[in-house]
């Protein structure tokens, strides 16, 4: 056994300076590397991921379904993958702006985070926080409180069979709305491409799962629900009637609904999908969906519409 003296204790072979330099660099090594991983995702690696998450989203519906639509899936299915292509088409010309912001603030110092001096992943949280509260929340509250741009967002409300393919379902001026505002926050934030690509790949999993049908215990919504959007919040999104259509309008993080009072948890099971001042057999017509924003013979364009039956005094907000 050999004995150490106190001194060897009062004075350790590595000084504390140094241990700290070393797991700050090996910190920012390890952010480095994952940050590196998101910036070199290739088209078909993209693809791959929006596939696996849709693929795990349909084997929940199918094994523990929320409801039994007697729809038909791969027709419903095939209908919004139409707007899917369209989304990734403009997602494909806009992509060089954001590479453009990204480069553009780094060279000129420009954004928040040029202002101050953070660890990478704290500025990777705020990053992702910003970007879900501006280019998300905020732009889903002026979807459905501007006239004009609820003329488009209603395509969206329109499905009347909500499911994980739901998500997808966008006019394009809807998700170039969104596309500008997340544009607007990253030019704010100073920050690199690589942050927004993590962000998109998130929401594409949030997108998918918040949409798809399927049940689950409900400790979930009481727990992981304090800070995230979990499915059975946002069905109350997608009800036909007012108030609950102009509900619950985050994506990832839950905690924007709380701040600004615009949450409802309630039983899942009321929700009755579709919008009522669209006709349901027009659903499935993406045509149709298309030019409705153009067609006046809807009989209101704006969420302020008849307030509708739902008894809401029940719910939790």
Known sequence: M???SLDSFQK?????????????????????????????LELWQKGL????????CWAL??????RNFTYRKWRHAGTNFVYLGMSSAINVLLHPAIVFIALWTSEAQFGLLHMIEWPVWAE??????L???????V????????????????VHHSDTAVDATTATRHHPVDYVVREVLSGVTLLA????????????????????????????PMWVDRTIGLVLITPNMHKFHHHDELPWTDTNYGNIFSFWDRLFGTLVVDDPRKVNFGLDIMDPIHADNVLYQLKSPFDQSIKSATPVRSRGRVDTSSATT
């Not at 970007?131 to 929340?137: I, V």
């Not at 100073?190 to 997108?207: E, K, V, W």
Request: hydrophobic content about 55%.
């Open 124 to 129: 990777l949280l705020v990053t992702f926080a």
């Open 2 to 4: 050999v004995i150490r």
């Open 189 to 216: 934030c100073g920050a690199p491409a690589s942050y927004y690509i993590f962000y998109r790949m998130a929401t594409l999993l949030f997108g998918y799962t918040s949409h798809a049908n399927f049940v689950y």
């Open 131 to 137: 970007l879900d509260l501006m280019a998300q929340y």
């Open 61 to 66: 519906e199918f094994a523990i379904p929320l």
């Open 139 to 154: 732009a889903h509250y002026c979807l459905h409180n501007i006239p004009l741009l609820f003329r488009f967002h209603r």
């Open 49 to 56: 991921w929006l596939t696996a998450v849709l693929f795990l």
């Open 12 to 40: 350790p072979p590595y000084p504390i300076q140094e241990i700290t330099i070393s797991y700050l660099f090996l910190e920012a090594a390890t952010m480095d590397t994952f940050l590196a991983f998101f910036d070199g």
